[in-house]
């Protein structure tokens, strides 16, 4: 057995070791307040960092934005009733121009029927939509422009549809060609011709384009 001094000498080193462990602890925690505040303080300092980023790159994108000309889309549209023939052929072989509701149709014949095309000066041409009945035979639609100057003329749309039965009203779509999109009417005049023949016949067309704000 120990005496009273010895287990006095045992107690204290206990007591001391405890006391140790005690301070261990409380450094411990000590550290991970000071890693939690570091973390806190490095996460709101990205989080300035990416708003002052975002916020120079929106003042950037701002003026670039308001200086990138503005344009108004815009439709011109054209019924079949306003499409005269280009020529009578013979006088038997007849035609009917309906105007309610539109079309434009010959049972026999090879006429060819034309419109000239009223165009803002300065708009930009995108697309021309015909609207046709689409029947037993050929049905030939285009948009050409006139060299009024130089009496000289271009395509600029040209369809060619393909047989069908039964008939059925339909549409076609496409675009202009970006080099003569723009509509100059110093020298250039614009219109429409068709050629309806069978069961197939035109309506008319709409013509999507672009102006300046």
């Known amino acids: 057995m120990l005496s009273k001094a010895d287990n006095g000498a045992v107690l204290r080193k206990r007591r001391k070791r405890l006391h140790g462990r005690d301070n261990r602890m409380r450094g411990l925690k000590h550290m991970k307040l000071i890693s939690n505040s570091r973390i806190g303080y490095l996460a709101a300092l990205a989080a300035g960092v990416a708003l002052g980023i975002a916020a120079v790159g929106s003042a950037t994108a701002a003026p670039a934005a308001r200086n990138a000309p503005r344009t108004v889309t815009r439709h011109y549209a054209l019924a079949a009733s306003a499409f005269a023939p280009d020529s009578i052929q013979e006088p038997t072989q007849d035609y009917v121009n309906q105007w309610n509701p539109t079309s434009l149709s010959q049972s026999v014949g090879d006429r060819c029927f034309d419109a000239g095309l009223?165009?803002?000066?300065?708009?930009?041409?995108?697309?021309v939509t015909f609207y046709y009945t689409h029947?037993?035979?050929?049905?030939?639609?285009?948009?050409?422009?006139?060299?009024?100057?130089?009496?000289?003329?271009?395509?600029?749309?040209?369809?060619?549809?393909?047989?069908?039965?039964?008939?059925?009203?339909t549409s076609v779509t496409r675009s202009f060609p970006a080099s003569k999109a723009k509509v100059d009417s110093s020298k250039y005049a614009y219109s429409a011709g068709v050629c309806p023949n069978g069961t197939s016949a035109f309506s008319g067309l709409i013509i999507t384009y672009t102006d300046p704000a």
Do not use: E
Not at 118 to 127: E, F, H, V, Y
């Open 135 to 169: 029947g037993s035979s050929v049905i030939s639609m285009q948009v050409n422009r006139q060299n009024l100057l130089n009496h000289q003329g271009s395509v600029l749309v040209n369809i060619s549809t393909h047989p069908t039965s039964p008939q059925v009203y």
């Open 118 to 127: 009223s165009l803002p000066p300065g708009a930009t041409l995108k697309s």
